[in-house]
């Protein structure tokens, strides 16, 4: 039931996409960036930093062996798009962004428990007897391969993303990827370059709700995004946030909201407010799938984790 944990063993640096990292006012305390101190040479050569003009020599300092992306226009959406204008200018097919506030990136494993219901964990660096750093390379490397399969698994897929981190209940760990399903790609993203059309996001979603401008251009566009529901992503949340605003605040992601029903004005509909906070503030946003289902006469699919495995195995 496992069945993409054994590719730990084989992973590869070559195999993590050219990998982006957009960020603001933590040169030397961004948490991704930091933990890559310690990785390969070859995992480095592969980061660009997505970083402001004037913050660029401090970012330099702190992190040597990074590519610098420099970024005129503030804000979370203007770095995300930046990386992808780079990035098809280097001649990159498929990239991954990861904020750098993301504590790991984990493969999850289930296990039998007799007497009770299956047991779903992270194969994280002390499960794995691997050094946090090698267990996190491994980790990431497997995932990018599992978009890889999954990106060609559907056609339509443009964008995919692992699960967040803050999980409850068993996770089935035979399916590989979901499509037409789950939430809104963030904070760790795979990217495929040549579907994705779309290389400026409109000024409302610049400063936040990148996440939300950058899917519903794909949903406008009749393309999807996959979630790999056995790898899970972590965040520290105890970092204080630069993008400008409060979750916890009455309004929290409602100017998000309206502003999909302002530039997406037939998508905005099948939106509908997924977590609020205790005062009433949304804090996350997704898709009434069933409307959405109904209304374009698809529905959800999956690919087992076998299949996604196989086309690992078959093109190394």
């Avoid at 050094?131 to 599992?146: I, P």
């Avoid at 204080?240 to 530039?263: G, Y």
């Amino acid at each position: 039931m496992n069945e993409h944990i054994p590719l730990l063993r084989v992973a590869k640096p070559s195999w993590i996409y050219p990998l982006y990292v957009p960020t603001y006012n933590r040169p030397g305390t961004a948490l991704f960036l930091n933990t890559m101190r310690d990785a390969p040479s070859s995992v480095q050569v592969r980061i660009h930093i997505v970083v402001r003009k004037e913050q660029a020599d401090a970012y330099t300092i702190a992190y040597p062996w990074a590519k610098q992306v420099i970024v005129t226009k503030p804000g979370l959406g203007a770095a995300r798009m930046r990386a992808v204008r780079h990035a098809r200018s280097r001649g990159y097919s498929r990239i991954i962004q990861i904020d750098d506030d993301i504590r790991s990136v984990s493969l999850l494993e289930r296990l039998p428990r007799e007497g009770k219901t299956d047991h779903t964990r992270r194969h994280s660096f002390g499960v794995s007897g691997r050094t946090r750093v090698d267990n996190y390379v491994r980790s990431l490397a497997v995932a990018c391969q599992m978009a890889e399969s999954a990106f060609d698994a559907e056609p339509l897929a443009a964008l995919g993303h692992p699960r967040n981190g803050l999980f409850s209940g068993d996770v089935d760990t035979t399916v590989g990827a979901t499509y037409h399903k789950g939430g809104f790609p963030c904070a760790v993203i795979f990217y495929d370059l040549d579907r994705l059309d779309l290389e400026e996001l409109p000024p409302e979603f610049h400063m936040h709700g990148e996440d939300l401008g950058t899917t519903l251009h794909l949903l406008s566009s009749g393309q999807t995004w996959f979630t790999l529901p056995a790898v899970a992503q972590d965040a520290d949340t105890s970092i204080e946030t630069t993008i400008p605003i409060d979750p916890q605040s009455p309004t929290a992601r409602q100017p998000d909201l309206d502003n999909a029903f302002k530039v997406y004005p037939e998508i905005a509909p099948y939106l509908r407010p997924t977590l609020k906070n205790k005062v009433g503030g949304i804090m996350k946003i997704g898709v009434q799938w069933p409307q959405w289902y109904l209304a374009k006469g698809i529905q959800s699919r999956e690919v087992s984790m076998h299949d996604i495995v196989t086309r690992i195995k078959e093109k190394q």
